[in-house]
C-alpha cells in the first residue's frame, strides 16, 4: 500500500467575451434602473462617487442657500487626492442638465441627459468640484476668513478656514469637473442615459 500524494494544480482563467457581457449587462441594467427612477420622477438620497472624474454641464442653474466650502475628496486612485471646492445648495433648478462620464477600459462616455425643455429639481445638493466654469451672479455674497484654531481634523480645518455664502447664486452656461454629487432628492424630466464611443 502507497502512502504518496498525488499533487494536482488547478488554474484558471477569465473569459474575455463572458466577462465584457457581463460589464456591459450591469451597464444596462443600471441604464435602465435610471430610467425606471426617471419615469417615476424621484431619485432619493442619490450620491455618485468613487469612480472617477467626471463632466456636469447645463444652460442654467438657480440655487438657493448656497455655501462654498474648501475641502478634499477621493479620487479612483487616492483617498484624499483631490484639493475641492464643496458646494451645499439647499434647493435646486437646472435646464439643459447632461453629465458625462468617460471609461477608457471599454471606450464608451457614459451620457445622463435631461429634457432641455424641461426643469430639474433638487433638493439638498453637495457637490464637490476640482473645476468649475461659467457665468456666476450671487445675491448678497458674504466671503470671510474663519477661527479654526481649536479644530484638530485637517479635513474639517481646510472645510471652515474659507467660506462663501449666498441666499441665491444663478450659474448660466457652466461646466463642471467633479468628483462628487449628492442630492437629498432629484426629479429629472424626460431622462435618457445612453452610451457613445470614445
Same mark, same amino acid.
Given at each position: 500500500?502507497?502512502?504518496?500524494?498525488?499533487?494536482?494544480?488547478?488554474?484558471?482563467?477569465?473569459?474575455?467575451?463572458?466577462?465584457?457581457?457581463?460589464?456591459?449587462?450591469?451597464?444596462?441594467?443600471?441604464?435602465?434602473?435610471?430610467?425606471?427612477?426617471?419615469?417615476?420622477?424621484?431619485?432619493?438620497?442619490?450620491?455618485?462617487?468613487?469612480?472617477?472624474?467626471?463632466? %456636469? *454641464?447645463? $444652460?442654467?442653474?438657480?440655487?438657493?442657500?448656497? #455655501?462654498? !466650502?474648501?475641502?478634499? &475628496?477621493?479620487?479612483?486612485?487616492?483617498?484624499?487626492?483631490?484639493?475641492?471646492?464643496?458646494?451645499?445648495?439647499?434647493?435646486?433648478?437646472?435646464?439643459?442638465?447632461?453629465?458625462?462620464?468617460?471609461?477608457?477600459?471599454?471606450?464608451?462616455?457614459?451620457? %445622463? *441627459?435631461? $429634457?432641455?425643455?424641461?426643469?430639474?429639481?433638487? #433638493?439638498? !445638493?453637495?457637490?464637490? &468640484?476640482?473645476?468649475?466654469?461659467?457665468?456666476?451672479?450671487?445675491?448678497?455674497?458674504?466671503?470671510?476668513?474663519?477661527?479654526?484654531?481649536?479644530?484638530?481634523?485637517?479635513?474639517?480645518?481646510?472645510?471652515?478656514?474659507?467660506?462663501?455664502?449666498?441666499?441665491?447664486?444663478?450659474?448660466?452656461?457652466?461646466?463642471?469637473?467633479?468628483?462628487? !454629487?449628492?442630492?437629498?432628492?432629484?426629479?429629472?424630466?424626460?431622462?435618457?442615459?445612453?452610451?457613445?464611443?470614445?
Amino acid at each position: 500500500m502507497s502512502n504518496d500524494a498525488e499533487v494536482v494544480q488547478l488554474g484558471g482563467h477569465t473569459a474575455r467575451k463572458t466577462f465584457w457581457i457581463a460589464l456591459l449587462s450591469g451597464f444596462i441594467f443600471f441604464g435602465g434602473l435610471l430610467t425606471y427612477f426617471g419615469m417615476s420622477g424621484t431619485i432619493f438620497a442619490a450620491a455618485i462617487g468613487g469612480m472617477g472624474e467626471f463632466n %456636469v *454641464k447645463f $444652460d442654467r442653474m438657480e440655487g438657493t442657500d448656497f #455655501k462654498l !466650502l474648501g475641502g478634499m &475628496a477621493d479620487t479612483a486612485e487616492k483617498k484624499n487626492g483631490a484639493v475641492v471646492a464643496t458646494n451645499k445648495i439647499k434647493d435646486v433648478k437646472i435646464q439643459g442638465l447632461v453629465i458625462t462620464k468617460d471609461i477608457p477600459a471599454m471606450g464608451v462616455r457614459v451620457v %445622463v *441627459k435631461s $429634457d432641455p425643455k424641461q426643469t430639474v429639481e433638487i #433638493k439638498g !445638493l453637495i457637490q464637490k &468640484a476640482t473645476q468649475i466654469d461659467g457665468d456666476a451672479r450671487f445675491e448678497k455674497l458674504t466671503m470671510q476668513e474663519n477661527y479654526v484654531g481649536d479644530i484638530k481634523d485637517p479635513q474639517e480645518k481646510i472645510a471652515e478656514e474659507f467660506t462663501q455664502v449666498a441666499p441665491k447664486i444663478i450659474l448660466t452656461d457652466a461646466t463642471l469637473k467633479t468628483l462628487y !454629487l449628492y442630492q437629498d432628492s432629484l426629479t429629472l424630466p424626460g431622462m435618457k442615459v445612453y452610451f457613445e464611443k470614445l
